[in-house]
T-cell receptor, first 115, second 111 residues
Framework: EAGVVQSPRYKIIEKKQPVAFWCNPI?????LYWYLQNLGQGPELLIRYENEEAVDDSQLPKDRFSAERLKGVDSTLKIQPAELGDSAVYLCASSPGLGQGGELFFGEGSRLTVL | KQEVTQIPAALSVPEGENLVLNCSFT??????LQWFRQDPGKGLTSLLL?????REQTSGRLNASLDKSSGRSTLYIAASQPGDSATYLCAVKTSYDKVIFGPGTSLSVIP
């Protein structure tokens, strides 16, 4: 069974440029999460989807960040314009519903460097 | 508001030692607790998942326990090996399906 797939693995851009990250969750997982992880810290939630609905986006900086999950499967996270402080690893995770144990599975992450 | 802490922040042990990593959370109303391993530059790999109704889970040399009333979980690693060197993170899932992570413990096993 394929795991959570993310792309690109690495991205280097100049500040003020746009960037987009893509995530394909495990088949059948209704819940999809985007996390941000800074060096030496635990992941911090950006947005959580239940199917195609964003049910928790309270930590998403909406002035520059946006996300979508069309058809309740793949998801895209976009930053426009990027700032130096956005350099971090962006992690995507998926999970089956609480009634199925609720275990979280992560992709390899997308490492962003903003110059 | 749920907060998760992990002690120690870093740990260095000689190969072969048994060790315990600690995870604490402030709100006992959790749905489950999950332990992860993260290697440098990689994503998080799930190690053990403990449901709120369970007390412990075991996988090979790993054993995780959960005490909801005291807001604590421990990850026990038996007979540590250099390949166990990584950062270990715990995460709690609330009944609202929100997942909150601790900052992690960086483990180094010295040959």
């Amino acid at each position: 069974e394929a795991g959570v797939v993310q792309s690109p693995r690495y991205k280097i851009i100049e500040k003020k440029q746009p960037v987009a990250f893509w995530c394909n969750p495990i088949s059948g997982h209704n819940t999809l999460y985007w996390y941000l992880q800074n060096l030496g810290q635990g992941p911090e939630l950006l947005i959580r989807y239940e199917n195609e609905e964003a049910v928790d986006d309270s930590q998403l900086p909406k002035d520059r960040f946006s996300a979508e999950r069309l058809k309740g499967v793949d998801s895209t996270l976009k930053i426009q314009p990027a700032e130096l402080g956005d350099s971090a690893v962006y992690l995507c995770a998926s999970s089956p519903g609480l009634g199925q144990g609720g275990e979280l599975f992560f992709g390899e992450g997308s490492r962003l460097t903003v110059l | 508001k749920q907060e998760v802490t992990q002690i120690p922040a870093a740990l260095s042990v000689p190969e072969g030692e048994n060790l315990v990593l600690n995870c604490s959370f402030t709100d006992s109303a959790i749905y489950n607790l999950q332990w992860f391993r993260q290697d440098p530059g990689k994503g998080l790999t799930s190690l053990l998942l403990i449901q709120s109704s369970q007390r412990e889970q075991t996988s090979g040399r790993l054993n995780a326990s959960l005490d909801k009333s005291s807001g604590r979980s421990t990850l026990y690693i038996a007979a540590s090996q250099p390949g166990d060197s990584a950062t270990y993170l715990c995460a709690v899932k609330t009944s609202y399906d929100k997942v909150i992570f601790g900052p992690g413990t960086s483990l180094s096993v010295i040959p």
